[in-house]
């Protein structure tokens, strides 16, 4: 079965600060993607990133970077120097070919990024 | 521009009383899914289609209904809706018809009140 936690419901950082969002997820598939939206208070949803199981090379982008370890099944998102235009909730989410075309995402992460 | 559009984007209705939410996306996309977002549960699937008349059940497709008679368009029904249908629905495309392993595009949500 796939399984996407994001153990932390709730994170208060102060700006500035750098923060990590954890995400483990489960598979039995060998070929699986990986996806971190982000939902800001205004409600949509923002495509952040997309992984693909064979690809363990970290990523960054601007502020932001994501660190993927197949070996602790891990798939964190990490923001330096936040700002308070990172307040949001962040989802990870995963697919892959037992779940045919479907795609589960985490519970999220509710990031609040105090002045 | 490049957008999903859901009508309407709020709703308030009765138990048992049909309706129906659009979901139209001017991208061309062949991917198309529909979504419901609760508290602690994140985003959950509901169904998706990869193409013109083909459409899969998602994780919770109990109570709800699609079809995907043209491309751009992906309607949600709910036959006899009933109050724990309520939440914040999104509806979602993709360029690619293996859609759940790529990056989606996400409409603006519509939240449904069912009293």
């Known amino acids: ?16 600060e750098d923060v990590t969002l954890d995400c483990v997820y489960e598979t039995r598939d060998t070929t699986y993607y990986l996806f971190w939206y982000k939902q800001p208070p205004s409600g949509e949803l923002v495509f952040l990133i997309r992984r693909n199981s064979f690809d363990e090379q970290n990523e960054i982008s601007g502020r932001y970077s994501w660190n993927f370890q197949k070996s602790t099944s891990s798939f964190n998102f990490t923001i330096t120097a936040s700002q308070v235009v990172d307040s949001a909730v962040y989802f990870c989410a995963l697919s892959g070919k037992s779940r045919d075309d479907k795609i589960i995402f985490g519970k999220g992460t509710r990031l609040h990024i105090l002045p | 521009e ?19 939410v659009t979901c139209s996306q001017n991208m061309n996309h062949e991917y198309m899914s529909w979504y419901r977002q609760d508290p602690g549960l994140g985003l959950r699937q509901i169904y998706y289609s990869m193409n013109v008349e083909v ?16 491309k751009r368009n992906f309607p949600l029904i709910l036959e006899s809706p009933s109050p724990n249908q309520t939440s914040l629905y999104f509806c979602a495309s ?6 759940a ?10 939240r449904l009140t069912v009293t």
């Open chain 1, 1 to 16: 079965a796939q399984k996407v936690t994001q153990a932390q419901t709730e994170i208060s950082v102060v700006e500035k």
């Open chain 2, 55 to 70: 459409t899969d059940k998602g994780d919770v497709p109990e109570g709800y209904k699609v079809s995907r008679k043209e």
């Open chain 2, 101 to 110: 392993s790529y990056e989606q595009y996400f409409g603006p949500g519509t």
């Open chain 2, 2 to 20: 490049a957008q999903v559009t859901q009508n309407p984007r709020y709703l308030i209705t009765v138990t048992g009383k049909k309706l129906t």
């Open chain 2, 94 to 99: 993709s360029a690619q018809t293996s859609g």
